[in-house]
């Protein structure tokens, strides 16, 4: 089977193609990890600047906290207002593409409205009916997350299969094969929580994501792969740390073991060191040759 090159926005991802960085931007004060949140202009316009220059790829901006414990839900008006008021900032001082992440129809639109041209949807376009409406109308770049709302068993072949519903749905919708990256949604495999969007599931979570790091060659069905370890909570349990703060050599070892294992694109809180790690690994594992 030949491994599938995307284009997120005009970046193309997977296979030959440099590992690239998606930088965080969290507009949402409820966010778990507190020293990312930016919602002011200036912060905005501060962070991406230093982003692009420290060779972020992608920025992907949120406007609602998805942690699985944590109770956090906006309204939609609330969550638009903070993407789009992101959006219009990023694009008054960089060209980077943005992507969104977001699994509501509504702030899908308004995003795509405005010239975004990724949509990163947590619950693999399942969360929201009208998602396919909106996803039909622009054809955007997609990174399509492992998520279901019943209830799993939370093994590798679980997240494969919940990951092709979720190929299933996009190309039901018009989108093509070189549109898609897949994210297998490491952090947000649970066996209960306080949000709404995470996946139950029977098995221990931490070990899943464990194996879902360790299998990522098995999980990308020739599709690139996205990652999201920064500042997670398994780093947090492995570390016994349970300060955010203090996560940021716990990731960056997961990204490398994520790179080196197959990960295409990594999105990170930290840019810069990110970027670092991500080069040596990338470098020392021949990693292009094995693909």
């Known amino acids: 089977m030949i491994n599938h090159v995307a284009k997120l926005g005009n970046v193309s991802v997977g296979e030959n193609n440099p590992v690239r960085i998606m930088g965080i931007l969290n507009t949402s004060p409820e966010s778990f990890y507190k020293k990312s949140i930016k919602s002011t202009k200036q912060q905005i316009v501060n962070t991406v600047k230093q982003m692009e220059i420290d060779g972020a790829d992608f920025i992907d901006v949120g406007g609602m906290s998805t942690a699985p414990y944590l109770s956090t839900s906006v309204s939609e008006k609330i969550e638009s207002q903070r993407v789009l008021n992101a959006i219009k ?4 001082v960089s060209n980077l593409p943005i992507s969104v992440d977001t699994c509501r129809a509504s702030v899908a639109r308004s995003a795509l409205e405005n010239d975004v041209e990724i949509i990163n949807d947590i619950s693999g376009l399942k969360y929201d009916a009208k998602m396919i409406d909106v996803i039909k109308e622009y054809t955007p770049s997609l990174v399509l997350c492992a998520f279901d709302s019943k209830r799993v068993i939370g093994d590798i072949q679980s997240t494969k299969n919940l990951l092709k519903d979720s190929i299933k749905i996009a190309k039901t919708s018009g989108i093509s094969s070189d549109k898609i990256v897949l994210d297998p949604a490491v952090g947000f495999f649970r066996k209960s929580g306080k949000g709404s969007f995470f996946t139950k599931i029977k098995s221990d979570w931490l070990e899943r994501d464990m194996s879902v790091i360790q299998n990522l060659k098995s999980i990308k069905m020739n599709y690139p792969i996205l990652i999201s370890v920064s500042n997670k909570s398994f780093i947090g349990k492995l570390l016994g740390k349970e300060n955010v703060s ?16 197959g990960a295409d694109i990594i999105r990170t809180h ?4 990110t970027k670092d790690a991500v080069v040596i690994a990338s470098k020392l594992s021949k990693r292009n040759k094995s693909l």
Do not use: C, Y
């Open 89 to 92: 900032t990023i694009q008054n």
């Open 270 to 273: 930290n840019v810069a060191q």
């Open 246 to 261: 203090d996560r940021l050599f716990g990731s960056i070892a997961a990204e490398v073991v994520s790179v080196i294992n």
